[in-house]
């Protein structure tokens, strides 16, 4: 047991300190925006709201409103406790009993500028009868952007090849199939890697993974916003930009998992809507 709680703290600390990381880059970001279409506005920054799970355990949210950065959202939490029965069966190692520990960081950006890609990112340990570990991340233009789009993948596959040759192409596979609106016939965006129930056998390794997975996509991403954010946009844009975000609703609302496990485990309903875009369109 004392080993399973040191692994858990670890993986606790490395969410909050890549959250920091993260928020870091990102109101770095947002002093740059000067040069653009809203660079008369402030600067933006993370404001944190913590929370607590009646439960067991709790969170904090990190929010910023920004002129480089419409809403984002960078999450942490650690909460414990019991499975509801009707969940329990979905989740592994709950055979003999419901118990849970689950710690992780939750990120989605979605961008003033309608040339900057939407972004989502989370990874995650849970503990029940097993130690496994899951996440990913994945990107949404609002338009076509096949350089981007390889950008963003060619930095998930160099972290995944570090690790194993072998979780690049399945974990795309799993991205692609998840992260698809089956009512619109469509993927929700230009997808990247999707993993979960990480159990190899060595744990160490499976943690590395994981954190190369964070630190691969912030860099990653913070490298195509500055690409990107100084691009000049029309009305035309932004209504596209509004109508695709209805579709990013539309997947979190209908088949997000994460959504729904927030909503099973008594999780915060704020953080766990934080994904929602500040304004959205439907024609």
Known sequence: M???TAKQDLAARWFESLRNQICDMFEAIEDDGNKTQLGHKQAGRFV??????EGGGGGQMSV???RIFEKVGVNISVVHGQFAPEFRKQIPGTNEAGDFWAAGISLVA???NPHVPAAHMNTRMITTGKNWFGGGGDLTPMYDMPDAAKQFHDGLK???DRHDESY???YKKWCDE???LPHRDEPRGAGGIFYDQLDSGDWDADFAFTKDVGTSFAETYQTLIRQNMERAWSDEDRDNQLIKRGRYVEFNLLHDR???FGLKTGGNIEAILMSMPPEARWP
Do not use: E, I, N
């Not at 944190?48 to 799970?53: A, E, G, T, V």
């Open 48 to 53: 944190r709201k913590s929370w607590q799970r």
């Open 178 to 180: 998840y992260f698809y």
């Open 64 to 66: 910023m409103h920004g």
């Open 110 to 112: 979605h961008m003033q």
């Open 2 to 4: 004392q080993d399973v």
């Open 168 to 170: 690049y192409p399945a």
């Open 258 to 260: 994460g959504t729904l």
């Open 158 to 160: 160099s972290a995944c």
